[in-house]
């Protein structure tokens, strides 16, 4: 029997959006749907997009995850973004969740890489895409609990950052998308 410490009585019970998440195999080939669940239950394969919002000063928007977020609660993301929705390209599902998550709309979006992250029972096929943005922000209060900006080498060193986004950070700093941090 699994005695629950107080870390776990204390965070809420996740909520899982009941939606078809598109699925695809170790070479990202589409090979079906299934519900959000399933995909996080049996550690699909699936598609996910990471929208790095920077301002004119050069710094990232951070966001801090809910509580009641099935992965990473409270942890911090250095990108907007979420998985991809069953049939669904990526530079739309990319849009969906800069608008979902922080309420911007209207803005170039930037493809700028592709990346596979597979760590910790999570199979991503990431997309990156990078938006220049100093305008207001507009929080979804299920998923993102506060949002604020920081210099590129503080976002990185911030050891509260979800892996995949770090990943992805990091990823376009390689590439040039992003100026090494100092």
């Not at 079906?32 to 919002?53: E, K, P």
């Not at 992965?71 to 530079?91: N, Q, R, S, T």
């Not at 892996?163 to 941090?181: C, I, K, S």
Request: proline fraction near 6%; charge should be negative; glycine fraction near 8%.
């Amino acid at each position: 029997m699994t005695v629950p410490t107080p870390f776990d009585q204390a965070l809420p019970a996740p909520r899982i959006a009941d939606e078809s998440i598109q699925l695809v195999d170790a070479r990202n080939r589409p090979c079906g749907s299934a519900s959000r669940a399933l995909m996080r239950r049996f550690h699909f394969w699936h598609r996910a997009t990471y929208v790095v919002v920077r301002n004119a000063r050069g710094e990232l928007c951070v966001q801090r995850r809910t509580l009641t977020k099935e992965v990473f609660p409270g942890a911090l993301d250095l990108a907007a973004g979420g998985v991809v929705g069953a049939g669904e390209a990526v530079h739309v599902a990319a849009r969906r969740e800069l608008a979902e998550e922080l309420g911007i709309r209207g803005v170039p979006l930037h493809h700028a890489l592709e990346f596979m992250h597979d760590q910790g029972g999570n199979h991503i096929f990431g997309s990156a895409f990078v938006v220049d943005y100093d305008g207001p922000l507009i929080l979804q209060a299920e998923e993102v609990a506060e949002a604020f900006w920081a210099p590129l080498g503080q976002a990185l060193a911030m050891a509260e950052a979800t892996p995949d986004t770090r990943q992805a950070v990091e990823a376009l700093v390689r590439e040039g998308w992003l100026a090494a941090p100092e």
